[in-house]
C-alpha cells in the first residue's frame, strides 16, 4: 500500500494504491530512496500531484516529494 507524508498533521496516510512487488522494500525508505536509479513505477507516479484528505484535519493536502512517499507491507 503507498503512504503519503501529510504536511497538515505530520503523519502518513494510506492512498488506497496497491503496489505488487515481488522484491523485499525497507518500510523505512522513501520510494524516492528506493528507486533511485531505476524507473518509477506507474502507480507510485500517479499518486505524486493528486489531493489527499487528511482524516485527522480535514484538509487536502498534495504531496510532490517522492522522498515523503512510502511503501507499507500489506500483511
Not at 522484491?23 to 500531484?49: C, L, N
Amino acid at each position: 500500500m503507498i503512504h503519503v507524508f501529510c504536511h497538515e498533521c505530520s503523519e502518513p496516510h494510506p492512498t488506497g494504491v496497491v503496489i505488487y512487488r515481488d522484491e523485499e522494500i525497507s518500510p523505512t525508505k522513501s520510494v524516492g530512496d528506493i528507486f533511485e536509479d531505476r524507473d518509477m513505477p506507474a502507480e507510485i507516479v500517479i499518486v505524486i500531484g493528486n489531493q489527499f484528505q487528511c482524516p485527522k484535519t480535514g484538509r487536502f493536502f498534495v504531496q510532490r516529494d517522492y522522498r515523503q512517499v512510502f511503501l507499507v507491507r500489506i500483511i
